[in-house]
């Protein structure tokens, strides 16, 4: 069995095409830049902890192998903005926890009015709406309105900018998403609302349960009692983050907000009392924020400095909630109000550093480098997708030895091209086959000749 790479035109990606011989051959397929739909990733059923339960994924756009993989590359394709230098993972990059260690990202044309969001544990939270200020109301929404903005990538239709509508032409004219969307979606239309399903069911994909917490709350089922794997300071830490106020009580009352174990915002949150804004001048409309998990690296490295301003440390964060400007800022949380002034924890130094310490321990390490969520473009930005695997082409003759029988496995509803030849350079179409539910194709050839070659090819539109 062999395999050869089918030519395409200058900048566009390449499919690879499986050939198969009567007698013998070679495999080689290199592996930078390499997407295989034959083997894909597990998206859909990664094992999430019993005490994990809040999910704001909605209804008809459950995640699915097929469509995370379709999301992963949209993700960090740089041909989604006008310019073809920026994507998603540009701001959002996975070695930070994907955030952005500038305040602000670096969009088409200018830098982002608020600091990149972390993605980390989006999924697992009752909060629906997305952004700091809630302006999307889904994260389905969310996914395509950068890609819309005259700064970030540019196809905002307005100012000379092209329109959404550009770049879904833009994209159907390029074969792997022809091939992943006629995978994800039965044809290969592209449409905005499957570009934000696909994405979305990337980005909730994108999940960090290996902390010190987590191991510390599987031993013992409950997010208050002390944890065995912690320290002292850490288990202090957490009595702080977790206790609710009363007498006698010291307490930061962290978690009424930020609710364990997700440690996801509380939907109808309001503003924090962080009212500046990047470049000067106030932003009062920020009440959202990320979980808390990964705020940090397990060493202590921030993913990016804090608030929708990206100019806060750790501790300038703790800081803050000790001290509620007074007069307290517009909007601001009532639970930041108790009894209707600004509160005053009057934390200490050492109480102050147990909290820091604590949320150290919601920081995870896999998710840095899983392969799942990182860039599947090689370094010069090609793709080579693979729709049938290496070496498992197989052809049967029958005894009459006039016939034979071929079967292959490709991806499941794609209807691929049988070809021949006899030189290897002059190929015919002999059959149309197309791959059933589980990927499997079939087809019987007539054997006419000493050497005779076939392939299953995936045709797409030059």
Same mark, same amino acid.
């Given at each position: 069995?062999?395999?050869?790479?089918?030519?395409?035109?200058?900048?566009?990606?390449?499919?690879?095409?499986?050939?198969?011989?009567?007698?013998?051959?070679?495999?080689?397929?290199?592996?930078?830049?390499?997407?295989?739909?034959?083997?894909?990733?597990?998206?859909?059923?990664?094992?999430?902890?019993?005490?994990?339960?809040?999910?704001?994924?909605?209804?008809?756009?459950?995640?699915?192998?097929?469509?995370?993989?379709?999301?992963?590359?949209?993700?960090?394709?740089?041909?989604?903005?006008?310019? !073809?230098?920026?994507?998603?993972?540009?701001?959002?990059? %996975?070695?930070? @926890?994907?955030? &952005? /260690?500038?305040?602000?990202?670096? =969009?088409?044309?200018?830098?982002?009015?608020?600091?990149?969001?972390?993605?980390?544990?989006?999924?697992?939270?009752?909060?629906?709406?997305?952004?700091?200020?809630?302006?999307?109301?889904?994260?389905?929404?969310?996914?395509?309105?950068?890609?819309?903005?005259?700064?970030?990538?540019?196809?905002?239709?307005?100012?000379?900018?092209?329109?959404?509508?550009?770049?879904?032409?833009?994209?159907?004219?390029?074969?792997?998403?022809?091939?992943?969307?006629?995978?994800?979606?039965?044809?290969?239309?592209?449409?905005?609302?499957?570009?934000?399903?696909?994405?979305?069911?990337?980005?909730?994909?994108?999940?960090?349960?290996?902390?010190?917490?987590?191991?510390?709350?599987?031993?013992?089922?409950? !997010?208050?009692?002390?944890?065995?794997?912690?320290?002292? %300071?850490?288990? @202090?830490?957490? &009595? /702080?983050?977790?206790?609710?106020? =009363?007498?006698?009580?010291?307490?930061?009352?962290?978690?009424?907000?930020?609710?364990?174990?997700?440690?996801?915002?509380?939907?109808?949150?309001?503003?924090?009392?962080?009212?500046?804004?990047?470049?000067?001048?106030?932003?009062?409309?920020?009440?959202?924020?990320?979980?808390?998990?990964?705020?940090?690296?397990?060493?202590?490295?921030?993913?990016?400095?804090?608030?929708?301003?990206?100019?806060?440390?750790?501790?300038?964060?703790?800081?803050?909630?000790?001290?509620?400007?007074?007069?307290?800022?517009?909007?601001?949380?009532?639970?930041?109000?108790?009894?209707?002034?600004?509160?005053?924890?009057?934390?200490?130094?050492?109480?102050?550093?147990?909290?820091?310490?604590?949320?150290?321990?919601?920081?995870?390490?896999?998710?840095?480098?899983?392969?799942?969520?990182?860039?599947?473009? &090689?370094?010069?930005?090609?793709?080579?997708?693979?729709?049938?695997?290496?070496?498992?082409?197989?052809?049967?003759?029958?005894?009459?030895?006039?016939?034979?029988?071929?079967?292959?496995?490709?991806?499941?509803?794609?209807?691929?091209?049988?070809?021949?030849?006899?030189?290897?350079?002059?190929?015919?179409?002999?059959?149309?086959?197309?791959?059933?539910?589980?990927?499997?194709?079939?087809?019987?050839?007539?054997?006419?000749?000493?050497?005779?070659?076939?392939?299953?090819?995936?045709?797409?539109?030059?």
């Amino acid at each position: 069995m062999m395999a050869q790479m089918k030519s395409v035109k200058p900048k566009l990606r390449s499919v690879l095409l499986s050939l198969v011989v009567l007698w013998s051959g070679v495999s080689v397929l290199a592996q930078d830049g390499v997407l295989d739909l034959s083997d894909l990733a597990n998206y859909a059923n990664q094992t999430v902890p019993a005490y994990i339960n809040r999910d704001n994924t909605p209804n008809g756009n459950d995640i699915t192998d097929l469509g995370a993989t379709l999301g992963r590359v949209l993700f960090y394709d740089k041909r989604l903005s006008f310019n !073809d230098t920026i994507s998603c993972a540009s701001c959002h990059q %996975q070695a930070h @926890a994907f955030s &952005d /260690l500038d305040r602000a990202s670096t =969009g088409v044309a200018g830098t982002t009015g608020r600091h990149s969001m972390r993605l980390i544990n989006a999924r697992f939270a009752d909060e629906q709406r997305f952004f700091w200020d809630e302006r999307a109301t889904s994260l389905e929404d969310q996914t395509t309105q950068p890609i819309q903005d005259h700064i970030e990538m540019g196809f905002s239709g307005t100012g000379g900018d092209p329109s959404f509508a550009d770049l879904i032409t833009k994209l159907s004219a390029i074969e792997e998403y022809q091939v992943l969307f006629a995978m994800v979606f039965g044809d290969a239309a592209i449409t905005e609302t499957r570009v934000q399903q696909s994405l979305a069911q990337f980005v909730r994909s994108i999940q960090s349960f290996d902390s010190k917490w987590d191991l510390g709350r599987a031993q013992v089922n409950d !997010d208050v009692a002390p944890f065995p794997n912690f320290t002292a %300071q850490e288990n @202090a830490g957490k &009595d /702080l983050f977790m206790r609710r106020p =009363g007498p006698g009580v010291r307490s930061a009352n962290c978690v009424v907000c930020h609710r364990a174990p997700e440690f996801d915002i509380t939907p109808n949150s309001l503003s924090n009392g962080v009212v500046g804004a990047i470049g000067g001048g106030t932003d009062t409309t920020n009440t959202r924020s990320p979980s808390l998990r990964d705020i940090m690296k397990t060493d202590g490295t921030l993913n990016g400095e804090l608030m929708h301003t990206g100019d806060f440390t750790l501790r300038e964060v703790i800081d803050h909630y000790n001290t509620i400007p007074n007069p307290p800022p517009p909007n601001l949380d009532n639970r930041l109000r108790p009894r209707g002034q600004p509160q005053r924890l009057n934390l200490t130094e050492t109480e102050k550093l147990n909290l820091e310490a604590f949320l150290r321990t919601l920081s995870g390490t896999s998710v840095y480098t899983d392969p799942r969520w990182s860039d599947p473009f &090689d370094a010069q930005g090609n793709l080579s997708v693979i729709t049938m695997p290496d070496g498992q082409l197989a052809i049967t003759l029958l005894p009459d030895q006039t016939q034979a029988d071929i079967t292959a496995r490709g991806v499941p509803g794609i209807t691929y091209q049988l070809q021949q030849s006899a030189d290897l350079e002059t190929w015919t179409d002999t059959a149309d086959v197309t791959a059933n539910g589980s990927g499997a194709l079939s087809t019987r050839i007539t054997v006419d000749q000493e050497r005779q070659f076939f392939r299953f090819v995936f045709q797409t539109s030059e």
